[in-house]
């Protein structure tokens, strides 16, 4: 089964964040598993564009955040093939983003399929 880890990293800048030797060490970790289906990480969120429908349907596009009243942000993701969810729930655990006032959620990829 597919599951999704989303990856959200504390606003704190006074968090120890994980080194990029960590993250290279856990995708390494991924692949050799044979789990890993595809993740990216995510561009700094002063970089974020927010799009939403105005009450008349007009477009509204903002670039100037914040977007959410959150301590938290969407770092990146990793899709990841485990047997269930406690395989999922044992790599999230593993991440590096799960450390240093991080979190990590993870959520089934939806099967319409079935």
Known sequence: MKYMLLINATTDNGCDEPSMEEWIAYDKEVNDAGIYVTGHALAD??????????????????????????????????????????????????????????????????DFEN
Do not use: F, K, M, Q
Not at 57 to 68: I, M, S, W
């Open 45 to 110: 969120l002063t970089t974020a564009t927010s799009v939403h429908l105005a009450g008349n349907g007009e477009r509204v596009v903002a670039t100037d955040g914040p977007y959410a009243e959150t301590r938290e942000v969407l770092g990146g993701y990793y899709i990841l093939d485990v047997p269930d969810l406690d395989a999922a729930i044992d790599w999230a655990a593993r991440c590096p983003g799960a450390r240093g006032g991080g979190r990590v959620v993870v959520r089934p990829l939806a």
